[in-house]
């Protein structure tokens, strides 16, 4: 049976195998939608004929299979990209730089939108608990501020954290940051906000120079 898209079940295999066993999000075709989809109404039409002229049942039964089969393909690639996608997300949250090239329009949305969450999120609840504070609005908050008046003379505030933003003069492999986060890995004219610290290591080492 000819195919009428670019899509068959051998290379949507050969798709989540190689998200599977490559770290990074792969490089997609920009019309991959339109061709799973005409790959699909393809196999389906086919099925339906098959049916309605009553033709070999083990035939139609193998077309059907294949089907429900390129279906869990399918789910399975978008949700391992969906969990890089999300990890991206976290370390674009934390040093503001990944790499988007290989995400589709819709990706790159997502990608987007999950960053601004966690960005809101990582000002109010990181900042705030690494200031001695309760975020804002929580029901301890509120609790603490109706029984006790703040005391600013009773309370010694930790250190603020502050980033700076560096660009990267020579390559920097993956390291673990302050919190033991993955960062990097980074190549000469990438750029990234950085702990103080970190920043000023790199900087001393003539490994980036501050922007």
């Known amino acids: ?38 790959y699909l109404n393809t196999k389906i039409s086919i099925y339906k004929d098959a049916k309605a002229k009553n033709l070999n049942p083990d035939e139609a039964e193998k077309i059907r299979t294949q089907i429900v089969s390129a279906r869990k393909l399918i789910k399975e690639i978008y949700e391992r990209r969906e969990r890089k996608i999300l990890q991206l997300a ?20 997502l990608l ?36 006790e008046p703040e ?18 003069t020579k390559p920097v492999p993956k390291f673990l940051g302050k919190e033991a986060e993955v960062l990097g890995p980074f190549n000469p004219g990438d750029t990234a906000k950085l702990d103080k610290d970190i920043a000023n290591i790199l900087i001393t080492k003539e490994h980036a120079i501050k922007i």
Request: glycine share 2%; charged share 35%; aromatic share 4%.
């Open 112 to 147: 987007d939108e999950v960053t601004e969450i966690l960005d809101t999120y990582r000002k109010d609840i990181l900042l705030s608990l690494v200031n001695a504070k309760l975020p804002s609005g929580s029901p301890q908050q509120e609790k603490k501020e109706a029984a």
């Open 151 to 168: 005391e600013e003379d009773m309370v010694q505030e930790a250190e603020e954290v502050i980033l700076i933003e560096v660009k990267f």
């Open 90 to 109: 976290i370390n674009k949250s934390r040093i503001r730089k990944v790499d988007e090239t290989t995400l589709l329009t819709h990706e790159r949305m």
């Open 1 to 38: 049976m000819g195919e009428d898209s670019a899509i068959t079940f051998e290379s949507l295999y050969n798709l989540v195998r190689n998200e599977k066993v490559n770290e990074a999000i792969q490089k997609l075709s920009p019309d991959i939608h339109s061709e799973i989809i005409s």
